[in-house]
């Protein structure tokens, strides 16, 4: 039968999941998610959540700080929405239940790199995606209006005329194609940084939702900004491991192997300087060193107090035999898609009835390079946004025309065979790993003409051997690899295109930034690719 909805939203990380919240208020949701829910990059946050909820801090000192990290390319009127409506939205969280971490009463802040003030609520210590994300499943299951279909891989958009009408997916469990239709699809799927080999996120995170609107000429803005986390945990043969920015917030310092504490000669912030900063700042010390990390050094900070703030970087360390309380071996690892889908700040997108939110879309809140803690707090603005303006503007949504047939459903002749590679291991085919070295290597923190043309014909060599190669892949394996080979192609002739370092984005055959007045946001829209001047979107 038809699946007819309301509205869709598509992820299962926070931003989704507030999302579908809010829009069930006033309507019957279908939320769509690619494994479970728990399986999501908010689900694995540690850092927490910026918002001013002192009385000694100030939105106005939100601002500032998101604006300077952000490197001449946010646009002001997201960044004010953001830091003045973050305080509602956590008041709300606190209203339905959800704890964070307080002495006596007061809610605890924390301080991280770029920020000026004490202002990131945590929970758990360095639990606090996991026991947002926790809470929120919690609420939304719950809830009657909404119907979760967890282990659907989204494969296509249903886009008409310039009209988003729905969804096709693939239930993975049962090997059905589905097509789901709704006046209003949210897309929530996240970032792109698991096509990188180094990195902080979990493997779902190769920017299908991305590619896929791509192909449907959504407008798509700034991929080139890739931001790696500066201190992941950097052991031979054991995957890289969040080690939070708040642990350089309660002061921990970071040192070369011979020794020397080297952020100091390189911010007047020394270890809380903005990320780009500290994270270009490590690749060149490991550049310089014979050793593939460097140590983020506690042993001189209370050892008792950081096992109790960060409970589950500890035990991770404790499990690695790594003593968290003396120093550990970090580097940078690709953390999170700063561009995305372009949305205007009630999540629309270029395409009628289609909406993005989260990771996926580029709010313009971030910039060339995003603050500290501002993502999982953005998701719950964009959330609310998403779905007040839907309800209070239903007669702007294009109307959705069901299909005749009733017969929607259908078996699928993409069920994985003994020699076929199934959807949910595509991180371990020969082309991911192939895909993710690539990125890695040639479009990482420091990136130049010739390291970004070795990508591009890198993949286009990958596509010819996916070409080749398709009997060992299903239909939707061949299709997905597809998509994250293009994305790949897209982030990399998006920084070609950029000839300057601006945030995340460093080449070192153009090292000096445009000035401000001349920045200009990457716009990639129907295969073409152009600028469009900041003052434009402002």
């Not at 909820?53 to 100030?58: L, R």
């Not at 210590?125 to 989204?154: E, Q, W």
Request: hydrophobic share 40%.
């Amino acid at each position: 039968m038809i699946k007819a909805f309301d509205y869709i939203v598509v992820g299962g990380g926070l931003s989704g999941l507030y999302t579908a919240y809010n829009l069930a208020k006033q309507g019957e949701v279908a939320l769509v998610a690619r494994d479970q829910l728990e399986d999501s990059n908010s689900y694995f946050a540690q850092g927490g959540m910026a918002a001013v909820t002192d009385k000694t801090d100030t939105p106005k000192d939100h601002f500032d700080d998101t604006i300077e990290a952000g490197r001449g390319l946010c646009i002001p009127s997201a960044v004010k929405v953001l830091v003045e409506e973050a305080p509602k939205r956590v008041n709300e969280l606190i209203a339905m239940g959800m704890r964070f971490d307080a002495i006596n009463g007061n809610i605890t802040l924390g301080l991280e790199g770029g920020h000026h003030h004490h202002r990131i609520l945590h929970a758990g210590g360095d639990a606090t995606g996991r026991l947002v994300t926790s809470f929120m499943i919690d609420v939304v299951r719950k809830i009657p209006n909404i119907t979760i279909f967890d282990h659907h891989l989204l494969t296509d958009l249903k886009i008409n005329d310039g009209v988003c009408q729905g969804i096709t997916t693939y239930d993975t469990m049962q090997h059905l194609v589905e097509n789901f239709y709704a006046k209003a699809t949210v897309l929530a799927t996240g970032g792109t940084a698991a096509l990188y080999s180094s990195t902080t996120n979990p493997p779902t995170a190769l920017g299908d939702g991305i590619a896929l609107a791509l192909t449907y000429g959504v407008q798509v803005r700034d991929l080139e900004f890739i931001q790696f986390h500066p201190t992941a945990l950097s052991l031979e043969g054991v995957p890289p491991f969040l080690i939070s920015e708040a642990v350089r917030g309660e002061g921990a310092q970071l040192y070369n192997t011979s020794g020397k504490r080297f952020m100091l000669d390189k911010h007047p912030m020394a270890e809380l300087a903005p990320r780009d900063v500290v994270a270009r700042s490590i690749f060149e010390e490991i550049q310089h060193s014979n050793a593939p990390y460097v140590y983020l050094s506690l042993s001189h900070l209370p050892g008792k107090a950081l096992r109790e703030r960060f409970p589950t970087i500890a035990k991770h360390c404790d499990n690695l035999e790594i003593d968290f309380t003396d120093k550990i071996p970090v580097a940078p690892a690709a953390h999170y898609t700063v561009g995305g889908i372009a949305t205007d700040l009630n999540g629309k997108t270029t395409i009628n009835n289609l909406f993005a939110v989260g990771e996926i879309a580029s709010t313009g809140t971030m910039g060339a390079n995003r603050l500290a803690s501002n993502s999982l707090i953005e998701c719950l603005v964009m959330g609310y946004r998403i779905a007040y303006f839907i309800h209070n503007n239903s007669h702007l949504l294009s109307p959705i025309h069901l299909p005749a047939s009733t017969n929607d459903l259908q078996h699928s002749n993409a069920t994985p065979t003994e020699h076929s590679t199934p959807w949910n291991n595509l991180a371990s085919t020969t082309i991911q790993k192939k895909l993710g070295d690539l990125m890695m290597r040639e479009v990482g923190i420091v990136r130049n003409y010739n390291s970004l043309n070795r990508a591009i014909e890198g993949i286009e060599s990958l596509k010819k051997e996916l070409i080749n190669s398709s009997k060992e892949y299903n239909y939707f394996t061949t299709k997905a690899l597809m998509n994250r080979l293009n994305m790949a192609r897209w982030i990399t002739k998006a920084a070609l295109e950029r000839t300057e370092s601006r945030g995340v984005h460093f080449r070192d055959d153009y090292p000096t930034p445009l000035p401000n007045e001349q920045a200009y946001h990457t716009i990639i829209e129907k295969e073409k690719l152009k600028h469009e001047l900041i003052g434009k979107t402002n």
